[in-house]
T-cell receptor, first 118, second 113 residues
């Protein structure tokens, strides 16, 4: 159980393109999902908290208009990198926690999306 | 400000021996700690967690120890197996940041046959 699916796993696109990444909880409902970014050989950095039915909460320094998050259902959150540029190239990972769980429960992660902007 | 630190970038261990991965934190509001294992180009896989009300939690070959006074936790893997070779991240949560995890930099564990 507790499977999180992320799609696509790898994207290569031209500068200026907008890219959408999907994160789905396959066997549980997730009121809250999280989006992380990882640079090579560095830690996972939380970008934003995605809340079902409401606006996402962004971490300091993360551009809201650049990284659009939509959490339209209890099993799906999307991250859209708008007008992507080479500096947006990175490994993006989502995670989810079961709805209704006590806060101290592990997050379950997707397999990540490797985004390369040419 | 790095609130969760893994000061050893890498660790090399012989198969069958114990692997000890360390993690320090600075935020006294953290009350829940987790260890994740990660392979390249994959998402982290949850291994084991511990709440601040405990000082030890064990699951098979994995044991996590928490020393709250020292703000230090460690992951012990006994016996280590070649399949354990991966990057290990410790993460912490707590305080007002509901559900949000703060990760350490990771430690690359290599278990030699």
């Amino acid at each position: 159980g507790a499977v999180v699916s992320q799609h696509p796993s790898w994207v290569i696109c031209k500068s200026g393109t907008s890219v959408k990444i999907e994160c789905r909880s396959l066997d549980f409902q997730a009121t809250t999902m999280f989006w992380y970014r990882q640079f090579p050989k560095q830690s996972l950095m939380l970008m934003a908290t995605s809340n079902e039915g409401s606006k996402a909460t962004y971490e300091q320094g993360v551009e809201k208009d650049k990284f659009l998050i939509n959490h339209a259902s209890l099993t799906l959150s999307t991250l859209t990198v708008t007008s992507a540029h080479p500096e947006d190239s990175s490994f993006y990972i989502c995670s989810a926690t079961r709805t209704g769980q006590w806060s101290n429960q592990p997050q379950h992660f997707g397999d990540g999306t490797r985004l390369s902007i040419l | 400000d790095q609130q969760v630190k893994q000061n050893s970038p890498s660790l090399s261990v012989q198969e069958g021996r114990i692997s000890i991965l360390n993690c320090d934190y600075t935020n006294s509001m953290f009350d829940y700690f987790l260890w994740y294992k990660k392979y390249p180009a994959e998402g982290p896989t949850f291994l084991i967690s511990i709440s601040s009300i405990k000082d030890k939690n064990e699951d098979g070959r994995f044991t996590v120890f928490l020393n709250k006074s020292a703000k230090h936790l460690s992951l012990h893997i006994v016996p280590s197996q070649p399949g354990d070779s991966a990057v290990y991240f410790c993460a912490a949560a707590g305080g007002t940041s509901y559900g949000k995890l703060t990760f350490g930099q990771g430690t690359i564990l290599t278990v030699h046959p």
